[in-house]
């Protein structure tokens, strides 16, 4: 009898199930779609390495990492103990075929014990973090996530308590069956496989082989119907992560990670998104797939300097949206595709103005997100509805729009000062030197602002020292508009992106060299949407090329710079383009001695605050992302601050001033440090000579 009531609980539990999980699905369908079924192998790789070699985790923050390790791995080994012991529903004798006590069971009976104690341990960790530790992580960052540090978090508590209930039943379960069934050949061939079971069994043999099988039965019980309640709670709450990871991680962007969508500006009918039902179907499952770690919201500057942003608020107040008006979304669908009724999100209503302008685009949170989830295209996105639509953005882009459109700099001045740092150096121009090997494309903060144009130089002379084939383009220079699409002025870009490609192609430009993250970002990832592909080289690549062929001289150590260099990374180099090693290993044969490591460098380093069109704004002086990327610099108590950015060198300029202490440490380029370096020894040379 115990055998049917079983198999009905069990039937309507997957049914509910699988209704929560096919509406879930039917709302994917409602959405935008998107090509994500290319490329398989590269997917199934990222699969094996995310999601089963966890690697996030691995890497990540010590001892939560390795404690969702064990969680995970236990689950998906304990999912054939979950199988067998709904089949011991029908028979006291069933195994999942091929792990009977004489084939894979004995191992995998071991295994199992091993699990079941570890994960409960695992969850006793995660417990207490959750019931006394109380994280920041687990339960928000203020002032940005206000809304769920105010939420009581049960849910996190009730799942933890299933998966501790799940493994101490089994562990019951198991312990009493070898007393219960004392002498069965089948169950003593198990015996010497389950040493923490066996254990357990020893514990209860006092009740007798009756006692014990009751309690054996109970707990069985209580495992299934535990497990089918948790399967029914699962796409219900934050936890459908166990279900979405695998498939988001699958389906994740395999475009370079600095390539933003392209928008059609010719026949769409829309700009941007304002609705929910205007995402994309993976950023929906993106949504899905929030496992509410924090750890996105844990290395975003703009939380961390206490401005209204944190990433893991944005994307569950998207989520929770999305549930709220899951029905009507449906509905509407199905009603001769009727899509009255979407409002728009963007404002007041529900993602506030000041969220999305408070966005640097550094992905930090992409980078730290163990589920591969993709924000920085979705603050875009709604960025492009907010500019493109409504005309409504920061009053100071006001200046910087119109400064791109008249005289194609962000700064808004005369183009024929784009020279002016040539003065006195013989710098070739690529319409007199259309031979020329590389164009050296300067940038709009390499030839306008008056510290970055130290740097330009000091590039340019070690060209010529390197008798590098080069030429640029002076007046002719246009902007490459990679500033107006992180603010959401795609049209602005795309039109910006053409003219440069024009010009480009009249001088039959195949080789690009640029000392500024976000030209190469846009050069080598964006303009190839628009038919513009270039040989893009990044400064400190091609001096370590220089460097390797002998045609720059380094003193190793004795280059008149101090020593004690710290290197900060641009996020556009680095979390972009996964450029790290070059501008180190430079450094390193200039100073003799590798530079020395912030506590968050490389991968997890922070951004200067100026990506994302932050140059151009203006911060709250208590909310300056660059004053506490500068703190963690003197935290190394450097000489020198090395940067690889034009923006970099601004935001931390900035920053040292304000900390007053820009008479004792000095911020330079690479480059500088390099040619600094390279003309030491020219002189040295010269005087031998």
Known sequence: MSMWIFACITLVALGLFCHTLYNRFRLLRVVQPVNRFDRIGERLYGVLV????????????????????????????????????FGRAFSDHFFVPGFAPHLLGGPFFFLRDVLEVSVAGAVLLALYRWLLAHPPRLFGYLPAEARLAGQSHWEAVAILSFILVIMLSGLLYDGGRLVAFAGDPVIEAERPWEPISAGVGYLLAGLGAEGAKRLSDAAWWVHNLVILGFLNLLPRSKHFHIITALPNVFFRKLEPAGALS????????????????????????????????????????ATLSGKPLAPRQLLLNLRDYLYAHQPDLLANRSSNGDRAGRENIVGERLIHDDVLWSCTTCRACEEACPVLIEYVDKIVDMRRHLVLEE???????????????????????DSAKRVDWTRGLDIPLLAEHPEAEYLYFVGCAGAFDDRNKKTTVAFAKLLQRADVSFAILGAEEPCNGETARRLGNEYLFQTMAQNTIEVFKTYGVKKIIVNCPHCFNTFKNEYPQFGGSYEVIHAAELIARLLEEGKLALPGGQAGVARRVTYHDSCYYGRYNNIYDTPREVLAKVLGTQPQEMQRHRHTGMCCGGGGGWMWMEEPPDKRVNHLRVAQALETNPDVIAVSCPFCMIMLDDGLKAKGAEDRVQLLDVVEIVEQSSHAVGDRIKEVV
């Open 262 to 301: 392209p928008m059609d500006l010719e026949t769409g009918e829309t700009f941007g998104v304002s609705r929910i039902d205007q995402f994309t179907w993976k950023q929906v499952l993106d949504m899905y797939s929030c496992t509410e770690c924090g750890r996105c919201s844990s290395h975003c500057p």
């Open 391 to 413: 005309a409504r953005f920061p009053t100071e882009l006001t200046r910087t729009f119109k400064g791109m459109e008249a005289q194609s700099n962000p700064w808004g001045l």
């Open 50 to 85: 995310y999601v089963f070699g966890q690697k996030k985790f691995v890497v990540g923050e010590q001892p939560a990492g390795w404690m969702h390790v064990v969680i995970f791995w236990g689950f998906v080994i304990l999912g054939l103990q979950v199988l067998t012991m």
